[in-house]
Every structure is written in structure tokens, then in C-alpha cells.
Nanobody, 123 residues
């Protein structure tokens, strides 16, 4: 299984960015795909997740109402739209996936990870 992120870059405070994650390989067992982020000196933080089959979405309180996660089953992609950017959103964003099981916001629960993509926010 391979996950590859794209998008990101420099956004303005109050503006928006879009991240995309393309999954390839043995994806038929995927239960949940998620986005995490990690700022310098901090641990990896769960941002949002989406159930592969039902499209049920969950968001961290810090991004709820500003970020939107979506998936396209035909293309095996998961997007994250980052709206109303804040300085604290700056981080490396990682796409992750897990096989069957219950929902989790813990990085250890996810078996597959992308390389990450940088998001920076200018004021």
C-alpha cells in the first residue's frame, strides 16, 4: 500500500489550501483514512478522518468548521480542504490509513502513512 500526498504549500491567514492523498495497492481492506499533522517540536496530531465505506467524517475540535475531508472511492483519493487558515495550522500534514477496526485518532492505530506535505501560513 502506498499513500502519496500532494498540495499544500504557503497559504495566507484566513485563506484556504487543498491537500490530496492518492492511495494505491491493496486498498480494499481500508476502513478509515485520516489526516494528521505535526508541527515542529510537537507530536503527531489527528486532524480529520473519513470512513471509506460510509463517508462518516470526524474532525478535531481545533479544525471543526474550517476543514473538510472528502473521499473519492473511484479514484482512491482523500482530500482535505483547509479553510480560514490560522498560524497554528502550519505543520507537516500526513495522510494515513487503517484496515478494519474501530475509529481511532491515535497515530499508532494507523498502519499506512504517506511522506507528508508541508503547509505554511503567512499573516
Amino acid at each position: 500500500v502506498q499513500l502519496k500526498e500532494s498540495g499544500g504549500g504557503l497559504g495566507q491567514a484566513g485563506g484556504s489550501l487543498r491537500l490530496s492523498c492518492a492511495a494505491s495497492g491493496r486498498t480494499f481492506n481500508f476502513d478509515t483514512m485520516a489526516w494528521f499533522r505535526q508541527a515542529p517540536g510537537s507530536g503527531r496530531e489527528w486532524v480529520a478522518s473519513i470512513r471509506w465505506s460510509t463517508a462518516i467524517r470526524d474532525y478535531a475540535n481545533s479544525v471543526k468548521g474550517r476543514f473538510t475531508i472528502s473521499r473519492d472511492n473511484t479514484r482512491n483519493t482523500v482530500d482535505l480542504h483547509l479553510g480560514d487558515l490560522k498560524s497554528e495550522d502550519a505543520a507537516i500534514y500526513y495522510c494515513a490509513a487503517k484496515d478494519g477496526g474501530i475509529f481511532s485518532d491515535q497515530p499508532d492505530a494507523y498502519e499506512y502513512w504517506g511522506q507528508g506535505t508541508q503547509v505554511s501560513v503567512s499573516s
